[in-house]
């Protein structure tokens, strides 16, 4: 497996602003993926994350809401932007070792909260 | 899309009994079903995952199945421990891709002393 990080691990935000999550992994990783987990419930797919072009996201989801880079096969951001409390939730990075089938393996999480 | 059903939402069993947690999908070229165990506040972790080549696997006290016909895959623990205690989800591959997963709605475990 990999040790995967996230930073910041929490925030309170007020709505109208925009958080910066970062996903740091100790090394490189062919996939990188971006959820959204809200209280109480299951895992749901935003976005794969993908070095050197634009991201590609899953239905209801969109680019301007949710901004991702990755410069590079070892990091990646997710931006929520013009944050509502409705996006009060944690968010997950997951990384695949190889492409195809393979297991996916998740950072600590970011818990946002919005006022 | 790919759809995951997941039963039973919470689950209750007494300390040394087994507990079973199914899940059923749609796409019949699934070829990869992992499982994973969240403890409160903690991230998802792997705890197995099988292939559609294999039937069943098991890792000590963790088994899963796999019923291509039928299109389901069971999480079994044996011997259970109250350690055990966690919400578990299931997952498939999200339709015509081999890398994006999506996830069951989860089945919350309590083993009780």
């Not at chain 2, 998802?44 to 389901?72: F, W």
């Amino acid at each position: 497996s990999a040790v995967i990080s996230q930073k910041p691990s929490r925030d309170i935000c007020q709505r109208g602003t925009s958080l910066t999550i970062q996903c740091q992994v100790d090394s490189q990783v062919t996939m990188m993926f971006w959820y959204r987990q809200q209280p109480g419930q299951s895992l749901t797919l935003i976005a794969t994350a993908n070095q050197g072009s634009e991201a590609t996201y899953e239905s209801g989801f969109v680019i301007d809401k949710f901004p991702i880079s990755r410069p590079n096969l070892t990091f990646s951001t997710l931006t929520v932007s013009n944050m509502s409390p409705e996006d009060s939730s944690i968010y997950l990075c997951s990384v695949a070792l190889a492409g195809g089938p393979n297991e996916q393996f998740f950072g600590p999480g970011t818990r946002l909260t919005v006022l | 899309g790919e759809n995951v059903e997941q039963h039973p939402s919470t689950l209750s069993v007494q300390e040394g009994d087994s507990a079973v947690i199914k899940c059923t999908y749609s796409d019949s070229a699934s070829n990869y079903f992992p499982w994973y165990k969240q403890e409160l506040g903690k991230r998802p972790q792997l705890i197995i995952d099988i292939r559609s080549n294999v039937g069943e696997k098991k890792d000590q006290r963790i088994a899963v199945t796999l019923n291509k016909t039928a299109k389901h895959f069971s999480l079994h623990i044996t011997e259970t421990q109250p350690e055990d205690s966690a919400v578990y989800f299931c997952a498939a591959p999200l339709t015509g891709t081999a890398s994006k997963l999506t996830f069951g709605t989860g089945t919350r475990l309590q083993v009780t002393l």
